[in-house]
């Protein structure tokens, strides 16, 4: 059977627009492991949302330095916004290495574990990120919100570590 050749273009749009493959792994190499062929959109696709939550939460953190805050509120603000900008940065990299690594050694077992390691704390430190934006949205959306920042301000920055 011959194949024509708008028949043949279509396999091949298909086939380059499909953005996962198949490698197969194992003693007999038969066990089947889905991997990104572009890894760098895979890493965009699980920071992207991080990325824009913790814009949110610097934009509300803008939001109440606006104020006439106190020293030691404008002190926390700075080291809340200094956590986010740098837990947005390692985890960027932390990611983005962690998919380039697994889609070059998807059968190695210690680089699988890594990597499944890698995207549940990721997720762990999403929802810590969404917590503070939440929080942070609350304490703008707040009438008294002067009496409970510097305190709320504090609690967030122990949570960030």
Known sequence: MKLSVS???????????????IVYCGQNKTDPVVIRKNPEKAYFEYVKQ???????SLKYLNILDIGGVSANTKSEITT???????????????????????????????????????????????KTVKDVTTTLEKLTNSVNFSNDIESTLNNLNKKLK
């Open 7 to 21: 028949s043949i273009l279509l396999l091949l749009i298909v086939n380059t627009s499909c953005s996962n493959r």
């Open 50 to 56: 991080h990325t824009n939550d913790i814009k949110l």
């Open 80 to 126: 809340l916004r200094e956590k986010l900008n740098q837990q947005n940065i390692f985890v960027q990299e932390v990611l983005k290495s962690s998919f380039f690594a697994f889609s070059q050694n998807p059968c190695n077992k210690e680089v699988v574990t890594n990597h499944l390691n890698i995207l549940q704390k990721f997720s762990e430190s999403n």
